[in-house]
């Protein structure tokens, strides 16, 4: 059993893809080519937003975004203490300090209660300037932006949607990549939405923004790439994974983002009452990056996880650390009280998720965890 199937996807498509593939090959547009701009405006689209900018991954997207808004030393960034590295790296690669902030047990995401409160410290201790929150919409399930708009709004703040594991999903009726001032995603091969090597994209309602991302992902351009007028960096999309995703997207609209919600619904009926499973808030639709349950203890955890492998199903820890317990944030960062996030890394653990996966390898991962529930192993 695979833990993401990407063989069994390409196996559905692949006559298209390696026709759009060749096709990119014969005119020899590889940078910068017509499909990079026919993709931008169907990703627009889709998410709902105004202007798309493609770039090389989910990480520099956030970079971009944070030096459109010029933040950097002295500021703050408010970022969740459970969410993959990037979002806080980001943060701290532009010089700024990404203060990380507690997240809800049930959704995985920013808990906009401890928001306020660590605004409220880092306004006390009067050092940084806040300037921008990154709420992440974490294994697919889209952060409460009602809150967070509330409390960004009162605080005068900017709101930085990380989308890389969230697009597809849905917060009343709209899309992810829609709820930041500027969103991101990425096209990383496992994200709900993947290419076939690195890929990513930024979302903004503004044109002014949609115009310093253009100059920014192309060595802070002014009337062409030979005249540079700010410092940039060199991030863009490829064509060639354009094209694959003009396919991918097609697929993803058509059928997938529903066949996987189908797998998800599948796993609740089995697993409710057995081990805790995700919620998932009924104005919310999840694109289920990932499919996170949450055990009693690290020793469980650890335990099932070895007892999947013993069966070959694959299952893996996201994620095994808080961000504030990295190495690399230590003296670069503010830490808050986050007792959620210290209680999931030691029990979450997720589960094999995708769209093709067959109802009999659905009912054979839930056997196994009723099995080493109940303690019949
Ligand atoms: C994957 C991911 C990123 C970074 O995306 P890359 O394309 O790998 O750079 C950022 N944030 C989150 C939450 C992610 O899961």
Redesign the pocket.
């Known amino acids: 059993m695979e833990f993401r199937d990407l063989k069994q996807q390409y196996a559905h498509m692949n006559g298209e893809i390696n026709e759009a593939v060749l096709k990119v090959m014969a005119e020899g547009g590889f940078i910068s080519g017509w499909e990079v701009r026919d993709l931008e405006k169907k990703l627009a689209e889709y998410v709902g937003a105004k202007y798309c900018v493609t770039c090389?991954?989910?990480?520099?997207?956030?970079l971009l975004a944070l030096k459109v808004w010029e933040i950097g030393p002295g500021d703050a960034v408010f970022v969740p203490d459970f969410?993959?590295?990037?979002?806080g790296e980001?943060v701290a690669a532009v010089g700024a300090v990404p203060v990380f902030v507690d997240v809800e047990r049930d959704t995985f995401n920013l808990s906009p209660e401890a928001l306020e409160k660590s605004i409220e410290i880092v306004l006390a201790k009067g050092k940084l300037r806040p300037r921008a929150v990154i709420p992440?919409?974490?294994f697919g399930h889209p952060a409460d932006y009602g809150a967070i708009k509330r409390i960004v709004e009162q605080y005068g703040l900017l709101i930085l949607e990380?989308g890389?594991?969230g697009f597809g999903g849905m917060f009343k009726g709209k899309r992810s990549c829609s709820f930041g001032h500027i969103s991101?995603t990425?096209?990383?091969p496992a994200?709900p939405l993947g290419c076939y090597g690195?890929?990513?994209a930024i979302f903004t309602d503004r044109e002014d923004w949609n115009n310093l991302l253009r100059s920014l992902c192309i060595h802070g351009k002014g009337e062409d790439k030979y005249d540079n007028v700010r410092i940039g960096m060199n991030s863009r999309l490829d064509t060639m994974q354009a094209a694959i995703l003009a396919v991918k997207l097609r697929a993803f609209t058509d059928y997938e983002l529903d066949a996987v919600n189908l797998a998800a619904e599948e796993y609740g009926r089995r697993l409710k009452g057995i081990v805790c499973i995700p919620l998932v808030k009924k104005e919310c639709v999840s694109s289920w990056?990932q499919y996170t349950i949450i055990l009693d203890s690290e020793k469980e955890r650890d335990g099932l996880c070895l007892y999947l492998k013993e069966k070959e199903i694959p299952s893996f820890v996201y994620y095994r650390k808080e961000m504030h317990a990295q190495k690399a944030f230590q003296d670069k960062c503010v830490i808050t009280d986050c007792p959620n996030s210290s209680y999931l890394v030691k029990r979450v653990l997720s589960l094999p998720i995708h769209p093709y996966m067959k109802q009999h390898e659905i009912e054979q991962v839930c056997h196994y965890i009723g099995e080493y529930k109940s303690g019949q192993r």
Not at 56 to 62: F, R
Not at 83 to 87: A, D, E, G, V
């Open positions: 090389a991954n989910g990480t520099d997207a956030l969410t993959f590295f990037s979002t980001a992440v919409d974490l990380d890389a594991q991101t990425s096209f990383f994200k690195d890929g990513g990056a």
